[in-house]
């Protein structure tokens, strides 16, 4: 059974009293709200207000609060909201849920709050800045806005900015951010790999090697240059080499020592190395072969007695 209320204005028992009252349970009367209250489940329990006033907890007030905590006024519903409801989005300056934020703010999709952009963003979201005031400059590979480079020292790297990229970085596809060349390279440009100069070792058509390859002369940039642009720098003796047999666990194995730096293959060694075994050539599937140094190849052979 619901309980009855009488109703002073119509004389009548009621189980719902009209707008603007609530059911006395000690009484069994309809008494009438506070006055900026709509409805109420009680005379200091609002449940929803009048216009220009918002619902906190159970109270209507004229202004949703901001302190300790800041409260948004939403005025579809008349209610103060720690986060506004969907599709709005809370603006501090104000403290009103908006459908729009403001001018150097972007709404927060985690928040739900017009969050300001950072200094010099003219437009921004989450990610970054997209446009900037006139007086910073654009950094696209970062998304953001950097107020110490100007038309003059517009590149920046590491934080600072400089009127030509510094050496070890390459100018990035914004046309202001220097970004770090990838080692081995000492200088690069257009991507961090594509170097121009190496770190202790020897350039080469973009590229960093330990050793230039054939018919190529180091200059003193250390970058290797073809022999038919300065023949006289590759001048050199005719190759030769010298085989030194030894005994080691056992094994018989050969240090083949040539009379200068070669860069050969394992191929390329079995092509220009002649070894005999009893006056007739050692097959390249005979024996192992490594690298020792620059001018030493180490080999190992299998089940070979002798060398001559």
Known sequence: MYPYYADTQSFACTTSCRVGYYGNDTTKTCEICQVQ???????????????????????????????????????????????????????????????????????????????????????????????????????????????????????????????ACPPGSYLSYDLVTCLTCASPCATCTGTAGNCTSCIASYYYLGQCLNACPPNYYIDTALSCQPCTSN????????????????????????????????????????????????GQPVKSNQYTVSVYNSTTFLVVFNNVGSLN
């Open 37 to 163: 209250c709509v409805t109420c489940s009680g005379y200091l329990v609002c449940t929803s207000c009048i216009t220009g006033f918002y619902l906190y907890q159970i109270t209507c007030v004229i202004a949703c609060p901001t302190y300790p905590v800041l409260y948004f006024a939403h005025k579809q519903s008349g209610v103060c909201f720690l986060t506004c409801p969907a599709p709005f989005y809370g603006e501090t300056t104000t403290g009103l849920c908006q459908l729009a934020c403001p001018s150097l703010t972007y709404p927060s999709p985690t928040t739900r709050i017009c969050t300001a952009c950072p200094a010099g963003c003219l437009t921004c979201d989450a990610t970054g800045c997209y446009t900037c005031s006139s007086t910073y400059t654009f950094l696209l590979s970062a998304l953001s806005c950097n107020a110490n480079c100007n038309s003059t020292a517009k590149y920046y790297f590491n934080s600072k900015c400089y009127f």
């Open 231 to 278: 023949p006289s720098k590759c001048t050199l003796a005719p190759l030769n080499y010298t085989v030194y047999p030894f005994t080691s666990n056992y094994q018989l194995k050969a240090y083949v020592v040539f009379n200068r730096p070669v860069n050969l293959t394992t191929s390329q060694f079995a092509s220009t190395v002649q070894i005999a075994y009893n």
